[in-house]
């Protein structure tokens, strides 16, 4: 591993990736002050250590509807992973099994949900709304068939987000990949045959349903037996209806700054929410987490885990399998190292004493 950091590390990853596929995975929406913030906010936050705890094995073992993960580290559902190694989500699904780690498979993925399942390591999927529901009941028949123990709704993209250099650069999927879960379905999800604006963008605008209310996630429910996790939840009143709507967690997400520019960044929306969760069902972040101690951070505001996006990426564009592995140790061992520093002696028994209050936190 020749990176110290995250950010050593997306400057390696940049020189692997075809420039406008590097911009896809990079960009925000609009001016990208989601994005960015969604990183600074984290450097805000001051800690509050404790001294001689007595520390020297520290716990990270959580248990999330009712599986255990060794650490609280789940890697986002992010799309086309192909763009970054030829084995695409293959590889990211072996990684994820070899750590130990929880996989979240994105809808738009290269590889099947089949194939990816061949790691055997604990697998989501993150579904995505189809105007034709024939569709959207095909994939999850197919997650269950496949040994997926929860789906993944992404409630925070009705429409694509306007990602200025996605426009820019007409990105497209490269010819020799594929929305590998769709391809029996749409020729025209050949989103290498679109040159026009943002081919993904058009995708979004045909093919998934726009109009989703708190309705047609009873009606998922009703299709299902696998725990439902509403992705992209940011304001409070969500919160609130996401507990009468009974599923089984949420995920506040802002879609790492992709979807609504100036939207909140997901560390400030956390405390705000946790009051209304307030412990009823699991509460998990992502957006901007480059740091053991952001990890730390989330959990002390009161989530029980984290996803990481990009930096999966990075990892799998750098080194393939072992890029990743190396990513997830890198944030497993830092937050060890950060929770013997801030004195913690178990994951589950972090709370907000250890973070400076300062005037406008709505904690
Ligand atoms: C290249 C890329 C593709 C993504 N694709 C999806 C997707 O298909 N479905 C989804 O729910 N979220 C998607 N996301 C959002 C991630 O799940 C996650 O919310 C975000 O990346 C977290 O922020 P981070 O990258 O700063 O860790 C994508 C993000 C990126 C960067």
Redesign the pocket.
């Known amino acids: 591993m020749n990176w110290l950091n995250l950010s050593e590390l997306e400057n390696l990853a940049k020189k692997q990736i075809e420039p406008t596929a590097f911009d896809?995975?990079?960009s925000g929406a609009n001016d990208e002050i989601t994005?960015n913030n969604?990183?600074e906010a984290y450097k805000k936050i001051q800690l509050l250590p404790r001294r001689l705890s007595s520390n020297a094995n520290p716990i990270t073992k959580i248990n999330i509807i009712g599986q255990d993960m060794s650490y609280p580290i789940i890697i986002?559902?992010?799309?086309?992973h192909g763009l970054a190694n030829k084995k695409a989500e293959n590889a990211t699904a072996q990684a994820a099994q070899q750590t130990d780690t929880t996989m979240?498979l994105?809808?738009?993925s290269n590889t099947t949900i089949e194939d990816a399942a061949q790691s055997n390591a604990n697998m989501w999927f993150?579904l995505?709304i189809f105007k034709d529901k024939k569709i959207t009941l095909e994939l999850i028949k197919k997650a269950e068939s496949s040994n997926y123990k929860a789906l993944?709704i992404?409630i925070?993209?009705p429409i694509l987000g306007k990602r200025e250099r996605d426009i820019r650069n007409e990105f497209h999927l490269p010819n020799h990949l594929s929305i590998a879960n769709l391809t029996e379905h749409m020729q025209e999800a050949e989103l290498g045959q679109r040159k026009s604006a943002s081919s993904l963008e058009q995708f979004f605008k045909e093919q998934l349903d726009n109009s989703l209310s708190w309705k047609d996630i009873d009606w998922l429910s009703s299709q299902t037996k696998l725990p439902i996790l509403l992705?992209?939840i940011l304001h409070p009143d969500d919160a609130k209806l996401a507990l009468q709507a009974k599923v089984s967690g949420i995920?506040v997400?802002?879609?790492?700054?992709?979807q609504l520019d100036t939207a909140i960044s997901t560390i400030e929306a956390l405390p705000g929410i946790a009051k209304i969760i307030n412990k009823e069902i699991p509460l998990l972040i992502?957006?901007?987490?480059?740091r053991g101690s952001d990890i730390l951070k989330a959990i002390a505001l009161g989530a029980d885990a984290v996803?990481?996006?990009?930096?999966i990426?990075w990892g799998l564009a750098d080194d393939g399998i072992n890029g990743i592995k190396d990513v997830i140790n890198f944030l497993r061992d830092e937050l060890k190292q950060s929770m013997q520093l801030v004195g913690c002696k178990n994951i589950n028994d972090l709370t907000a004493e250890i973070i400076r209050k300062t005037t406008n936190q709505d904690t």
């Not at 992502?286 to 480059?290: K, V």
């Open positions: 896809y995975i990079a994005l969604n990183v986002a559902p992010t799309a086309f979240v994105s809808t738009l993150q995505y993944v992404t925070d993209a992705k992209g995920i997400s802002n879609h790492g700054g992709r992502d957006g901007g987490i480059r996803l990481i996006g990009r930096p990426i």
